[in-house]
């Protein structure tokens, strides 16, 4: 049985854990609050201008065509994917890293073994799950995961853009966590370029047609229109990533503060025995050795 001194030791280290858990949980809902109005107040602007996108598409003629949505057989991606720089997040970052690594072997396996497949990474914490499993990751940016930049975004886009028009890439594609609420974050892969229009979810449609008046001409709309769009989707990718992050993390927290507590009440049950059996030794020390002076 440990010594009491031992005993005193863990039990206030295990609560000055449980105050640092405590706390990061207090500050990662504070974090999430924000994040989370972020993505509603960014969502719905998203889904229209996705749903002007697609109509239009569809309501075009059939021969319209832009590099934008240039179908081309996949054989160089780029996949870019988006963790997160801190760790104490549960699996919120290895979800990424084995969901990189299992669409490369389930998609692109022939690609990745040709070497025409890159990754980009976004968060250090990916980057060092990916590098000790000797995935190569050829491009990183951790700056977007502390704070969203609009200019850095779009200086990103505008190079994934150029890369994909310039067929340096046939397919990019964005592995990331989509935000539904505080506990629950959905791991997701989606299509970047080229694009996919008609597979814009139904639910966005409206319920009556819209006819559109093009001027000077739908093409050059459509090269306006369609950066704007990408700007902002990747834009929504990271705000989802970020809300993720902060819902993992105080999920996390949360959990290792209760089993602080839980620990806390054992280590206090195992001091109280531990302080019985000594006082109880004491007595009977005591006990003995007045018989013996009696003696």
Not at 96 to 113: R, S
Request: glycine share 4%.
């Amino acid at each position: 049985m440990p010594s009491l001194k031992e005993v005193r030791t863990r039990i206030e280290s295990v609560k000055s854990t449980e105050q640092i858990t405590s706390a990061m949980k207090m500050v990662s809902a504070s974090k999430l609050r924000k994040a989370q109005s972020a993505i509603q107040d960014l969502r719905p602007y998203a889904e229209k201008l996705e749903t002007l996108i697609h109509h239009v598409f569809q309501t075009s003629e059939p021969h319209i065509n832009t590099l934008f949505n240039e179908q081309r057989p996949p054989e160089k991606i780029l996949l870019l994917a988006i963790a997160s720089n801190r760790g104490l997040c549960g699996t919120f970052n290895t979800n990424i890293g084995k969901m990189v690594i299992q669409h490369l072997a389930e998609n692109y396996h022939q690609q990745y073994i040709q070497g025409n497949v890159e990754i980009f990474t976004v968060g250090k914490k990916l980057f060092e799950y990916l590098d000790i499993r000797n995935i190569k990751v050829n491009r990183r940016n951790d700056d977007l995961v502390e704070k969203l930049n609009l200019n850095l975004v779009k200086t990103i886009v505008d190079e994934i853009i150029h890369d994909f028009r310039s067929g340096k890439y046939d397919r990019i594609e964005l592995v990331y966590h989509r935000f539904k609420n505080a506990a629950v974050y959905l791991q997701t892969t989606c299509q970047f370029l080229p694009l996919e229009h008609q597979s814009v979810s139904s639910h966005l449609k409206p319920q009556n047609e819209i006819q559109y008046i093009f001027k000077p001409s739908i093409e050059e709309v459509l090269e306006t229109l369609i950066p704007k769009w990408l700007n902002l989707k990747f834009y929504e990718v990271l705000a989802d990533s970020a809300a993720s992050e902060h819902g993992a993390r105080m999920i996390s927290m949360h959990k290792a503060t209760d089993n602080a507590k839980e620990l806390l009440r054992n280590l206090r049950l195992s001091y109280n025995k531990a302080r019985q059996t000594s006082i109880t030794n004491e007595i009977i020390e005591i006990i003995g050795g007045a018989e013996s002076f009696n003696k």
